[in-house]
C-alpha cells in the first residue's frame, strides 16, 4: 500500500491507524506550526533525515513514559543538586544545541532549519517548552517538547555535562506531576529512555490514553517550583 503525500494547502492527515510496517502515516505537506499542532493532536509527529522528505510517524510500539514510573536512581538524586534550572529562559540555545550535539548511536541529525524555525513558532505560540540546567551560570543541558493537552510530547535533549539532560527530564516530571499532566510521549523507543523507567506500548493503547490527555489543558504558567528540587 502506498504512503499517501499530504497536500500542503489542507491541514488533513490519514488515519495514524493506517500507517505501514515501519509506522510511516504520510509523507510530504511542510512544517506549517499549524499542521504540526494538529500531527501531534493525532498521534502523529515528523520525523526525517536530510536528504529524505518530511516522514509523518505513528509507530507501533509506541513508548510513553508514565510520570509515577520515572526511575530516580541514587547517583542522579544527588546530581540534580548541582545544577539549576529554568523554563523556556533560553528555548533557542536548547533546540540549536540537541541539533548540533553529537551522539554515538545517531549520524546527523533530523532537527533541521525547518524544524527549528517551526518550533520557535510554536514556542512562542506557547505550545512548546524547554526545561533547561545551568552549571555556574551556563546552559549545559536541557530538553525541550510539545504540550497536547495534558500530554507533553518529549521531542530531543542534549547535555555537555554528565547527567545535565537527566537532571531536567527528573526536575521536568516532578512538575508535570504536579500540574496534573497525564503521561510524556517518548515517541520511539531507546534503551537509554527504558532505563528511565519508560515502556513499549501498542499504538491503539496510546491513541486512546492521547484522547483522553487532550480533553483539558494545563492553564497555569510554566513556572519553576523550588520545593519540587529538593
Request: net charge negative; proline share 5%; charged share 25%.
Amino acid at each position: 500500500m502506498p504512503i499517501a503525500q499530504l497536500n500542503k494547502y489542507t491541514l488533513s492527515f490519514p488515519d495514524p491507524n493506517d500507517a505501514n510496517e515501519d509506522g510511516i502515516v504520510a509523507w510530504g505537506g511542510d512544517l506549517n506550526p499549524s499542521r504540526v499542532i494538529r500531527a501531534y493532536q493525532l498521534g502523529i509527529f515528523p520525523w526525517n533525515s536530510p536528504q529524505d522528505p518530511i516522514l509523518w510517524w505513528s509507530p507501533d510500539p509506541r513508548l510513553i513514559m508514565e510520570l509515577d514510573d520515572f526511575r530516580l536512581s541514587r547517583s542522579l538524586k544527588k546530581s540534580m543538586k548541582k545544577f539549576t534550572y529554568k523554563f523556556d529562559a533560553d528555548f533557542a540555545s536548547v533546540i540549536r544545541n540537541c541539533a548540533t550535539t553529537p551522539r554515538p548511536d545517531q549520524n546527523g541529525t533530523w532537527i533541521q532549519d525547518e524544524v527549528i524555525e517551526s518550533f520557535e513558532v510554536l514556542h512562542g505560540m506557547g505550545r512548546v517548552h524547554s526545561i533547561e540546567s545551568y552549571l555556574d551560570g551556563e546552559l549545559v543541558g536541557g530538553l525541550y517538547g510539545i504540550v497536547v493537552g495534558k500530554l507533553f510530547c518529549g521531542e530531543s535533549m542534549f547535555a555537555h555535562v554528565s547527567d545535565a539532560s537527566k537532571a531536567a527530564y527528573a526536575v521536568l516530571i516532578r512538575h508535570l506531576k504536579k500540574w496534573g499532566f497525564d503521561f510524556v510521549d517518548c515517541q520511539v523507543p531507546t534503551e537509554h529512555l527504558k532505563s528511565l523507567g519508560a515502556k513499549e506500548v501498542s499504538r491503539e493503547y496510546f491513541l486512546e490514553r492521547l484522547r483522553v490527555a487532550s480533553v483539558a489543558e494545563f492553564e497555569g504558567r510554566w513556572e519553576l517550583d523550588d520545593s519540587l528540587l529538593s
